[in-house]
């Protein structure tokens, strides 16, 4: 039988996934997507709502029972008002896109949430290698102390020395292993299970993004639909002044007493509602409020994203020269290293 095959180490793509599959917007995107949907065959409908069968009976069974009868039978059509239709087509496009883009910047949301608590669980995975690290070579430096301690060559005051080096770097570990946990713990809330092992080795760094990836950001495309459905919403509402009218089209078929045949005769009706009013008013004006303020929070969020990534862009040019030192730094540090340690020996 082949050998079970090793478990794919975790990656922050694979994390990021695992998180969106668990996220309220995921769940209910397949169902947003039906709802736009079906308001777009609606719009595209010949008829606002669907016609009405009506049917009614007189006798005068119950009174005089001279055989009267009369039997109608109708069907009522709403009619759409003008320019109705077309608003309604318009804002249920409105809505499809509002939809997507909605998604679209929930999982970027979501993406930062991410790759901050997955980098900060590598960070910390990192500060507790570095500080076991140390303490093998504390335990190592408080080995060789107590050696030549034990034979002369050094004091005793040197061999305590070394013991609370032990002593620290083993609470350095305790503590940078507590920080390690916590934030598998954080991104283990986020993905549910993908974070229970620790990856082999350093994930790779991301790929920056450059300006022409995405010309618009999500969080203003979602800013830029919503403002479009307000407005899309506020049309629809100034069109619909008045409830639909209705064209009715009727049968009647009648006797006023027992012996004579029946009559029938054909009813051909329109039934027109009264328009406007305060409620028509104020549909109309908390309409256009939501379009007003859809498009002030879209310059507000336009401004503060411009500022956030300009800041961002200073915060990684500050991170590049860091990074740059730090290796200069370590090179250093090891050269130095291997002159104490031959001294030493």
């Given at each position: 039988?082949?050998?079970?095959?090793?478990?794919?180490?975790?990656?922050?793509?694979?994390?990021?996934?695992?998180?969106?599959?668990?996220?309220?917007?995921?769940?209910?995107?397949?169902?947003?997507?039906?709802?736009?949907?079906?308001?777009?065959?609606?719009?595209?409908?010949?008829?606002?709502?669907?016609?009405?069968?009506?049917?009614?009976?007189?006798?005068?069974?119950?009174?005089?029972?001279?055989?009267?009868?009369?039997?109608?039978?109708?069907?009522?059509?709403?009619?759409?008002?003008?320019?109705?239709?077309?608003?309604?087509?318009?804002?249920?496009?409105?809505?499809?896109?509002?939809?997507?883009?909605?998604?679209?910047?929930?999982?970027?949301?979501?993406?930062?949430?991410?790759?901050?608590?997955?980098?900060?669980?590598?960070?910390?995975?990192?500060?507790?290698?570095?500080?076991?690290?140390?303490?093998?070579?504390?335990?190592?430096?408080?080995?060789?102390?107590?050696?030549?301690?034990?034979?002369?060559?050094?004091?005793?005051?040197?061999?305590?020395?070394?013991?609370?080096?032990?002593?620290?770097?083993?609470?350095?570990?305790?503590?940078?292993?507590?920080?390690?946990?916590?934030?598998?713990?954080?991104?283990?809330?986020?993905?549910?299970?993908?974070?229970?092992?620790?990856?082999?080795?350093?994930?790779?760094?991301?790929?920056?993004?450059?300006?022409?990836?995405?010309?618009?950001?999500?969080?203003?495309?979602?800013?830029?639909?919503?403002?479009?459905?307000?407005?899309?919403?506020?049309?629809?509402?100034?069109?619909?002044?008045?409830?639909?009218?209705?064209?009715?089209?009727?049968?009647?078929?009648?006797?006023g007493a027992f012996g004579e045949r029946y009559d029938q005769?054909?009813?051909?009706?329109?039934?027109?509602?009264?328009?406007?009013?305060?409620?028509?008013?104020?549909?109309?004006?908390?309409?256009?409020?939501?379009?007003?303020?859809?498009?002030?929070?879209?310059?507000?969020?336009?401004?503060?994203?411009?500022?956030?990534?300009?800041?961002?862009?200073?915060?990684?040019?500050?991170?590049?020269?860091?990074?740059?030192?730090?290796?200069?730094?370590?090179?250093?540090?090891?050269?130095?290293?291997?002159?104490?340690?031959?001294?030493?020996?």
């Amino acid at each position: 039988p082949a050998a079970p095959s090793e478990p794919t180490p975790p990656t922050l793509r694979a994390a990021f996934e695992t998180a969106w599959a668990r996220q309220p917007e995921s769940q209910a995107l397949l169902m947003r997507r039906d709802a736009v949907q079906a308001q777009r065959r609606a719009a595209a409908a010949w008829t606002p709502e669907p016609p009405a069968l009506e049917i009614s009976n007189k006798t005068d069974r119950l009174t005089r029972n001279d055989g009267a009868r009369e039997l109608e039978a109708g069907i009522a059509i709403p009619l759409w008002l003008p320019g109705e239709r077309s608003n309604s087509g318009a804002l249920a496009d409105a809505q499809t896109a509002a939809v997507e883009s909605r998604v679209e910047a929930a999982r970027l949301r979501l993406a930062a949430t991410v790759r901050e608590a997955w980098w900060n669980w590598e960070r910390t995975r990192i500060d507790a290698d570095i500080a076991r690290g140390q303490l093998d070579n504390a335990r190592r430096i408080a080995t060789d102390v107590a050696r030549r301690a034990k034979a002369g060559d050094l004091a005793q005051a040197d061999q305590h020395q070394a013991d609370g080096a032990v002593a620290a770097a083993e609470a350095a570990v305790a503590q940078a292993e507590a920080g390690a946990t916590t934030a598998q713990q954080q991104l283990k809330a986020l993905t549910g299970s993908v974070a229970l092992a620790a990856p082999t080795g350093t994930s790779p760094a991301e790929v920056e993004p450059t300006s022409s990836d995405m010309p618009i950001h999500p969080a203003l495309n979602e800013l830029q639909d919503r403002a479009a459905v307000a407005e899309r919403t506020a049309a629809l509402a100034a069109k619909q002044s008045r409830a639909n009218p209705e064209l009715t089209l009727s049968t009647t078929r009648e006797r006023g007493a027992f012996g004579e045949r029946y009559d029938q005769a054909i009813t051909v009706g329109i039934r027109i509602p009264f328009g406007a009013g305060p409620r028509h008013d104020s549909r109309v004006a908390a309409a256009r409020a939501d379009a007003v303020e859809a498009q002030a929070q879209f310059a507000l969020d336009r401004a503060r994203l411009q500022s956030e990534r300009e800041a961002a862009e200073v915060r990684v040019n500050a991170a590049r020269t860091q990074l740059a030192a730090a290796e200069r730094r370590a090179t250093l540090a090891r050269e130095t290293r291997g002159f104490f340690d031959k001294s030493f020996r």
